[in-house]
Nanobody, 127 residues
Framework: QLQLVESGGGLVQPGESLRLSCTAS????????FGWFRQVPGKEREGVSC????????DYADSVKGRFSVSRDDAKNTVYLQMNNLAPEDTAIYYC????????????????????WGKGTQVTVSS
């Protein structure tokens, strides 16, 4: 079974950057596409960014376009989320999800599309 572990969260000031990592283990049926999601207490989990299995095609939520960048290193079984110019509204628990059913060059920001989840990493943006 695919297992995901996120890391890299922390406390930063507005305008600063963080890079999150998501390392996968137990890959047996080929590399999946991945998504990054975030959730704050009392709100639904929302899609932030995703990256396809092949071709590195990406998608972003409007709220993070131009500030966040997703990438993957299949040799390390790791997906990254580079977050620049962070704002207080980016404060959330960030989760990595794996979508094993997506077409090779597509990805999804839908929570319902993910087959596996990590436990999340907290990102807090505050002065």
């Amino acid at each position: 079974q695919l297992q995901l572990v996120e890391s890299g969260g922390g406390l930063v000031q507005p305008g600063e950057s963080l890079r999150l990592s998501c390392t996968a283990s137990g890959i047996t049926l080929g590399y999946p596409s991945f998504g990054w999601f975030r959730q704050v207490p009392g709100k639904e989990r929302e899609g932030v960014s995703c990256i396809s299995r092949i071709g590195g095609n990406t998608d972003y939520a409007d709220s993070v376009k131009g500030r966040f960048s997703v990438s993957r290193d299949d040799a390390k079984n790791t997906v990254y989320l580079q977050m620049n110019n962070l704002a207080p509204e980016d404060t959330a628990i960030y989760y990595c999800g794996a979508d094993e059913g997506r077409q090779p060059r597509a990805c999804s920001l839908s929570v319902a599309s993910m087959h596996s989840w990590g436990k999340g990493t907290q990102v807090t943006v505050s002065s």
